[in-house]
């Protein structure tokens, strides 16, 4: 198998893919307390090789483990967040963005690729946590619907992997309303018989899960990520008691039927790649 | 009458008008001068205090425990209102309320919020925040007017979807989501109108339509100005700043193209002359539904998809990707 091979060539490449791996030669898993090289960790699909945990990563990293050869093209790269409500809480939301670029050395909370899973085509969307904790506001939104038109003209099915807090507060309503525009936009390519699959990581909740990522013909997950709507927090304050052991994890969803089923990150190209030919596509 | 912290200016004018009219029932003294002149006052008090809102004044005038909700409006809007419960799976929900209405002398679905009038009440209506059940619901009454080509009305009044442990397990996400997806390619006219509170997912999951409007002081956004504070602020005091920061108002969402219209209130808000903003907000929906109902479906459909794919701002830049600092 190609694995073990195109994930040592990621290490050799470029650091800028690699952006929300944990940094460093040494990983200490939050899960386990155990330790593990870097190098472990990548060659083990970026999970800890003593518990299993699925470490959180970034669109990038998604690209590499997914498409044929690491290779793929990035798309719609131009668009960036704009401060039209003049918003300023402790800082002013500009601020926040250009921090936010200059953490992530990314551009907005999501990317938008093509390439290929075993020859097929497949348009991945892919958000990033680390990019103002995922949140969607109108760059979010608009790529979405991007992708979306190029799926229909290109007869692509399409990924969106949702890694995300939920809303982007700073952009208010519009924020909001990319809940609306994400859905509305999806119906089209359910008319159009292309298929979408959503793919909740850890985290997703509030307007995300909302909206698009609970939109999928096939909803499915890393193994105990945490998904919801309300965040547990306010949960636990509105409900004044201790939540149950396992609550809004995959597992949960899974139990109560929100999602189609839980896959292992070392499986998923496998998964994608007969979910495409299943499709016939 | 309640009296919000900022009408206080009134309320002492109401009492100044207690005490003369009292005097005057003595019938010592002829007040009738008086009266009239403290009424004027009132008048242009109100006036005054009612044309310089902020967002956080047009926030507590939302909540306003007289303020007129779903129910009420559907009583001086329709002849006839036959209430349809349940989501056919688990239960119903009392948050939200629907059920075919004769509006205009046209048979219409109508769903909406529903908040309690009072203490007991308010408790059973929790408070307008809706479980998975409420959206189902609501669904199911949207896909009942489609089949029988009756439009949709949706009365929007939340302090959002209920964030309860049951929610979570039956689906709060998918509920909304679903209804955003359906209601994008519902085949019938879809009016929605934010009647209050317009807070985040629990209100635009009935709140996608072909026409949205807001009544002149209510809000919406994305989060309570006070969970807003709470979170960036790290403090709930700082619920006035997030409130302007959010530009949450009617004024705000108009400008912003997120809205098609905002509805006027009478002077001292919808709660001062409810059959008045009644009149108001049946004239709007039935102009609406006039011009929806020239257009087929289809076109319809893709109008109302194409609206809410051009929300959103954003700028294009040449397509480097910042350097990641050390
Ligand atoms: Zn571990």
Known sequence: MGWFKRLKEGIQTATRNKKEAPE?????????????????????????????????????????????????????????????????????????????????????????????????????????????????????????????????????????????????????????????????????????????????????????????????????????????????????????????????????????????????????????????????? | MVFLEFEKPLEKLYEQLDKIKQVGEEGIVDVTEMMRELETKIRNTRKDIYSNLTGWQKVQLSRHPERPYTLYYISQMCKKFIELHGDRCVKDDKAIVGGLASFEGQTVVIIGHQKGINTKMRQYRNFGMANPEGYRKALRLMKLAERFNFPVITLIDTPGAYPGLEAEERGQAEAIARNLFEMAQLRVPIVCVVIGEGASGGAIGIGLGDRVYMLENTWYSVISPESCSSILWHSWDYKEQAAEALKLTADHMFEFGLIDGIIKEPVGGAHAAPEEMAKLLKKQIKKALTELQEMEPDERIEARINKYANMGVYDTEPSDVPKKEK
């Open chain 1, 24 to 281: 460093g030669l040494w990983y200490k898993c939050k899960e386990c307390k155990e330790t593990s090289t870097m190098k472990e960790l990548r060659e083990n699909f970026f999970k800890c090789p003593h518990c299993g945990h699925h470490v959180r990563i970034g669109s990038h990293d998604y690209f590499d483990l997914i498409f044929d050869g690491d290779q793929y093209e990035e798309l719609f790269t131009d668009l960036r967040s704009k401060d039209i409500l003049g918003f300023k809480d402790l800082k002013p939301y500009p601020e926040r963005l250009q921090e936010a670029m200059k953490k992530s050395g990314l551009t907005d909370a999501i990317a938008v690729a093509r390439g290929k899973v075993n020859k097929k085509n497949l348009v991945i969307a892919a958000m990033d946590f680390n990019f103002i904790g995922g949140s969607m506001g109108s760059v979010v939104g608009q790529k979405i619907a991007m992708a979306i038109d190029y799926c229909l003209d290109t007869r692509s099915p399409l990924l969106i992997i949702s890694k995300t807090g939920g809303a982007r507060m700073m952009e208010s309503a519009f924020s909001l309303m990319q809940m609306a525009k994400t859905s509305a936009k999806l119906t089209q390519l359910a008319k159009a018989r292309i298929p979408y699959f959503s793919l909740l990581t850890d985290p997703t909740t509030g307007g995300v899960t909302a909206s698009f990522a609970m939109l999928g013909d096939i909803n499915f997950s890393e193994p105990a990520a945490l998904i919801g709507f309300a965040g547990p927090r306010v949960i636990k304050e509105t409900i004044k008691k201790d939540l149950p052991e396992g609550f809004q994890t995959s597992e949960f969803l899974l139990e109560h039927g929100f999602l189609d089923f839980i896959t292992d990150r070392k499986d998923l190209r496998e998964t994608l790649s007969d979910l495409l030919n299943l499709y016939d596509l």
